[in-house]
């Protein structure tokens, strides 16, 4: 019995948990349609955005989303 107890217990540490690629497909996933509805509304009004200060809050929502999915995409790495 104990050596049936210690191959497992030898089985259970050697194999690793992977975690889950949700959080990287879901951050992915939210800056891949950032990217198209700014496409989209950049090719229909040729004046977006309509301010300095408008344009300076697409960039820094397009940041924020890069950052949350290489951050994810790190996470899922390691």
Do not use: C, N, Q
Request: aromatic share 8%; glycine share 8%; no cysteine.
């Amino acid at each position: 019995m104990s050596v049936i107890a210690s191959m497992l217990a030898v089985v259970e540490t050697a194999t690793e948990h992977e975690k889950s690629e949700v959080p990287f497909f879901i951050a992915g996933g939210l800056w891949a349609a950032f990217a198209v509805a700014i496409s989209v509304v950049g090719f229909t009004r040729p004046d977006f955005p309509t301010s300095p200060v408008a344009a300076r809050g697409v960039m820094t929502a397009g940041g924020v989303l890069m950052v949350a999915a290489v951050s994810m995409a790190i996470y899922v790495a390691l």
